[in-house]
Structures are given as structure tokens and as C-alpha cells.
């Protein structure tokens, strides 16, 4: 499974750096994504990066404020989320692609549990 940390509380214009990290087994050839949810919702994808670490994709609602990285030698994947805003409260989770490469939930596999990123105005 890979396991989210990082998360936390923060004004809004604030910054977090959430971190993947995965347990029993790498994920060195797979795409690694981020994904969100909130109460009440489905779940979203937010960012994802190829198992290079050489193509990434954003969703449109975090471009230009959130950067996805990888670090092969240790097997992580990062989330650098900054100017955040109160609608990107939510539980941010990781998990990997069982293709080469995907932004639709249902292409990812090896979920665990999420962490609590909550904005406030």
C-alpha cells in the first residue's frame, strides 16, 4: 500500500508538502497519483507523475499552485501544495496506476489511508 502524511491545518495563502511512501514493495515503474475527497463527495484527482518522474498532469482547480515529485531512491512521492485555498480542505490520499499513466480513480490501485489537509479563511 502507499501511505499519505503531511497533512494539516492552515490559513488560507499557506503551504503544506504532503509525501507518499510505500510499504512492502516499490512502485518505481508505476505512476504514483494524488487524489481528494471531501464528505458527501467522489473522490478527484488532483496530480499525477509517470514512474520517471518526467511527465505530470494537474488538475485544472490546483495548476500553478501544486507540484508533484518523485524520488526514486527513496521511493516517495511528493505533493507541494502552495496558496491554498478553503475549497482545497479536504482528505488528500495517494495511490498508484496500474498503467503507465492515468488521471481517472478507477486506474489506481494500492490505496491507503489519507491525510487531513483543512484550509481556513
Known amino acids: 500500500q502507499l501511505q499519505a502524511s503531511g497533512g494539516g491545518s492552515v490559513q488560507a495563502g499557506g503551504s503544506l508538502r504532503l509525501s507518499c511512501a510505500a510499504s512492502?514493495?516499490?512502485?518505481?515503474?508505476?505512476?504514483v497519483g494524488w487524489f481528494r475527497q471531501v464528505p458527501g463527495k467522489e473522490r478527484e484527482f488532483v496530480a499525477t507523475?509517470?514512474?520517471?518522474?518526467?511527465?505530470?498532469s494537474y488538475a485544472d482547480s490546483v495548476k500553478d499552485r501544486f507540484t508533484i515529485s518523485r524520488d526514486k531512491v527513496k521511493n516517495t512521492v511528493a505533493l507541494q501544495m502552495n496558496s491554498l485555498k478553503p475549497e482545497d480542505t479536504a482528505v488528500y490520499y495517494c495511490?498508484?496506476?496500474?498503467?503507465?499513466?492515468?488521471?481517472?480513480?478507477?486506474?489506481?490501485?494500492?490505496w491507503g489511508q489519507g491525510t487531513q489537509v483543512t484550509v481556513s479563511s
Open positions: 507523475i509517470d514512474w520517471s518522474g518526467g511527465t505530470t
Open positions: 495511490a498508484a496506476c496500474r498503467g503507465p499513466f492515468g488521471i481517472r480513480v478507477e486506474s489506481y490501485d494500492y
Open positions: 512492502r514493495r516499490t512502485f518505481s515503474n508505476n505512476a
